[in-house]
C-alpha cells in the first residue's frame, strides 16, 4: 500500500508564496518522475511542472520563472514553491509519482490534492 500526503496549500494574497510539499509512504521500492497538477471546477486536470528522477524538470509556461519543483530522493518527497503568485494560480493541487513496490512496473499514484486560492 503507498500514500501520497500533500501539505502547504492555504489562502494566500496575490503576489505571496507557498511551498506544498507530498510525501510518499508504504511499500515503495523505486520512484520514478514526480509532478506536480492542478484543477479548477470545469477544466480538466493540467500538469504544471515535472521532475525526472534524475533532476531534470519541466514547466508549463504559464508558471516558468514562477515555481519551482524539486525532490528529496531520502524522504520520498516532492516540493513545488510558487512565488508571485496570481490569481488565475487557485486550483486544487495535486501531486503524481511513478512509484515501483516491487522492483518494475512503476505505476502513478496520487496525492488527495490540496487546495490553492489566490485572493485579495
Known amino acids: 500500500q503507498v500514500q501520497l500526503v500533500e501539505s502547504g496549500g492555504g489562502l494566500v494574497q496575490p503576489g505571496g508564496s507557498l511551498r506544498l510539499s507530498c510525501a510518499a509512504s508504504?511499500?515503495?521500492?523505486?520512484?520514478?518522475?514526480m509532478g506536480w497538477y492542478r484543477q479548477t471546477p470545469g477544466k480538466e486536470r493540467e500538469m504544471v511542472a515535472m521532475?525526472?528522477?534524475?533532476?531534470?524538470?519541466n514547466y508549463i509556461e504559464l508558471v516558468k520563472g514562477r515555481f519551482t519543483i524539486s525532490r528529496d530522493h531520502a524522504k520520498n518527497t516532492v516540493y513545488l514553491q510558487m512565488n508571485s503568485l496570481k490569481s488565475e494560480d487557485t486550483a486544487v493541487y495535486y501531486c503524481?509519482?511513478?512509484?515501483?513496490?516491487?522492483?518494475?512496473?512503476?505505476?502513478?499514484?496520487w496525492g488527495q490534492g490540496i487546495q490553492v486560492t489566490v485572493s485579495s
Open positions: 503524481n509519482m511513478f512509484i515501483s513496490t516491487s522492483g518494475w512496473n512503476p505505476r502513478p499514484y
Open positions: 508504504g511499500r515503495i521500492s523505486s520512484i520514478g518522475a
Open positions: 521532475i525526472s528522477s534524475f533532476g531534470m524538470t
